[in-house]
């Protein structure tokens, strides 16, 4: 048994690299994994974080031989919590994991080695052929299915097969093809610049699959820009257009005679640790800049700097989608477009839904048998008869 070392708010005990531990009372016992404190067949919390007592401490705190630390509170409480646990969770290291992966960003000299592609009805039916797709759709920002059945409907039943549809106020499964009356630009026979799809909803769809049943005209190309690649090019050259990208908001919109989503909100948004969570890029629905006259003209000025980025071929994966193919995409990163096609020229036909990257992490954890969480508690030695 080794004795822990009580301060005033936190504990130290050895770890198994030699280095000290810190750990504080409140996040100990917060943490409590025991019956009273959890619900044992979910591991949902049950004590209230903030019932708490600021004073809270041990009276006694140990590590037993198989290295599990025991606290005592002054209660009468006690907490036990297993080194596995304490490893995976230990936040005074001096390397923590990392809250979030990593992605690979990629450009045009790169992106066919990065941007999976594999048969649809393999990585249907082979567990770890879905589990190797996902990994490089997570490291991508965009994957490609070969081979799924041109029929209506079916982007709808891969989506609802990797993850969930997610709905919107249009239709579920939305048709692409040639109509002078559409209500999008994608329903032209013109060049469709790279853009993220529905900036206007605060959260925008983060997955969109595009499913090409017959691709048959003259041109057309698919282009897709990791918009995240572009992004940490113009920070690194010019640190400043990139922050007021974070800061200026924009008013977005599309909508129909039925329909219609209006969104306030910048073109990137980050996370706490300043790396990019979302990023819109919509020529065509971002609606007219409202902010002081200074800010207009520098906006403009950067604006038209990412738009030209955005638009160099440096960055685009240009390629031919053939009937049967599904071009899946992270909304919130990769940019989609294509090039203009010749009307009349032969039927080109898409169908495309959307789904949450939440959902398909949420499936690649069930994949990897990662998803459920390690109980904090140690387990009860059975008991010979």
């Not at 409140?26 to 209230?48: H, M, T, Y």
């Not at 057309?220 to 908001?249: M, P, Q």
Request: aromatic share 8%.
């Amino acid at each position: 048994m080794i004795p822990a070392d009580v301060r005033a708010d936190h504990l130290r005990v050895p770890a198994p690299d030699g280095r000290q531990r810190w750990l504080h009372h409140v996040w100990l016992r917060d943490n409590c994994g025991c019956a009273q404190c959890r619900v044992p067949q979910s591991g949902e919390r049950q004590l209230f974080t903030a019932a708490i007592p600021h004073d809270v401490a041990p009276s006694r705190a140990h590590l037993d031989e198989t290295g599990a630390l025991h606290v005592e509170w002054h209660d009468g409480h006690v907490s036990i919590w297993s080194p596995e646990w304490l490893d995976a969770h230990d936040y005074s290291a001096p390397v923590r994991a990392p809250l979030r992966e990593m992605p690979r960003l990629w450009d045009a000299s790169d992106h066919t080695e990065v941007i999976p592609r594999m048969p649809w009805q393999e990585v249907r039916h082979d567990p770890s052929a879905e589990l190797a797709f996902l990994d490089g759709y997570a490291a991508a920002g965009a994957a490609v299915l070969t081979g799924v059945p041109s029929t209506d409907g079916t982007v709808a039943e891969v989506a609802d097969r990797l993850g969930h549809v997610r709905e919107v106020a249009f239709e579920r499964v939305h048709n692409v093809r040639h109509d002078p009356t559409g209500y999008n630009v994608a329903h032209t026979t013109l060049d469709l610049k790279p853009h993220t799809d529905l900036p206007s909803y605060h959260w925008p769809p983060s997955t969109q699959l595009l499913h090409f049943l017959v691709n048959r005209a003259q041109g057309g190309e698919s282009v897709l820009v990791d918009g995240w690649r572009v992004l940490a090019e113009l920070r690194a050259k010019n640190a400043a257009a990139f922050d007021l990208l974070t800061s200026v908001e924009l008013s977005w919109q599309l909508c129909s005679d039925a329909e219609d989503t209006f969104a306030v909100a910048p073109m990137v948004q980050l996370h706490p640790d300043g790396t990019v969570a979302t990023f819109r890029f919509s020529n065509q629905l971002a609606l007219p800049i409202s902010a002081d006259f200074d800010t207009v003209g520098a906006f403009y000025d950067v604006y038209r700097m990412l738009g030209r980025m955005v638009d160099d071929e440096r960055y685009h994966a240009t390629f031919r989608c053939e009937d049967g193919d599904l071009v899946m995409v992270h909304g919130h990163r990769v940019l989609h477009g294509r090039r203009s096609f010749v009307a009349g020229s032969g039927d080109r036909h898409l169908q495309d839904a959307y789904m949450e990257h939440d959902d398909l992490m949420a499936r690649r954890r069930v994949l990897r048998g990662t998803h459920l969480p390690l109980p904090a508690t140690p387990p009860t030695p059975a008991v010979s008869a």
